[in-house]
């Protein structure tokens, strides 16, 4: 007999939401930091504002050329951020001094093509959920503190009641492909349960792109 997997009508129109916008860039939520005084709709000047205002499953285009700020932004819903340039280099987020970091993930998200630039802290704090980072450039200040400073920060933890079977669907990870990672104590500092697996490196001759998985053990 055929095993029938359930889910819920609204899970199912969630899922249905997230491809559909994946493949309509027409539809996805845009941050321009030189808009008019009456937008379009659809349309933020900036990060915070276009994430406050997205539904589970948007995509939001940050458009290239000068800095768009980001200090502690919390994402707390399944989101994908895209830089809108050709390279990351042509989208930069740059979070300041006294920032814990610039993103701040608590669902399922992706980040890519953007250059993301803290001064001390972390570019990106993953609390929970699985966190894909794709194309980007995650860069840490000169700085004499560098030691507090970290491109990437996971804080997760598995629950200890949940089965091996279950972690697999439920579980948190981070996954970074293709990406350069400049400054800070090292890459990646994990805090929580989850420990770095897989790594590879490829040497360029201006750059270092890393693939690595930050997983269950």
């Known amino acids: 007999m055929m095993d029938v997997l359930c889910i ?50 948007d995509t939001i285009l940050i458009a290239a050329g000068g800095n768009h700020i980001a200090c502690n932004i919390q994402i707390k819903k399944p989101l994908c951020l895209i830089g809108g340039g050709e390279l990351p280099d042509d989208t930069v987020l740059v979070c300041s001094r006294g920032s814990d970091s ?23 704090l993953h609390r929970s959920g699985r966190l894909t980072i794709e194309g980007c450039i995650l860069q840490c200040e000169e700085n004499p503190l560098d030691f507090l400073s970290c491109p990437i920060v996971s804080t997760a933890s598995s629950s200890g009641s949940l089965s091996p079977s279950a972690l697999k669907v439920r579980g948190d990870s981070v996954s970074v492909s293709r990406t350069r990672i400049e400054g800070g104590n090292k890459a990646v500092s994990t805090s929580g349960t989850l420990a770095l697996q897989r790594v590879r490196v490829i040497y360029a001759r201006t750059a270092i792109f890393f693939w690595f998985d930050v997983d269950q053990q």
């Open 8 to 57: 819920s009508s609204a899970t199912y129109h969630q899922f249905q939401r997230w491809c559909y916008l994946a493949c309509h860039p027409r539809l996805w939520l845009r941050v321009e930091q030189s808009i008019k005084k009456l937008p379009e709709p659809g349309v933020f000047s900036n990060i915070e504002t276009a994430i406050s205002a997205a539904r589970p499953g």
């Open 102 to 124: 610039a993103l701040e993930f608590l669902s399922t998200c992706k980040v890519a093509n953007l250059t993301v630039k803290a001064e001390l802290g972390c570019c990106l």
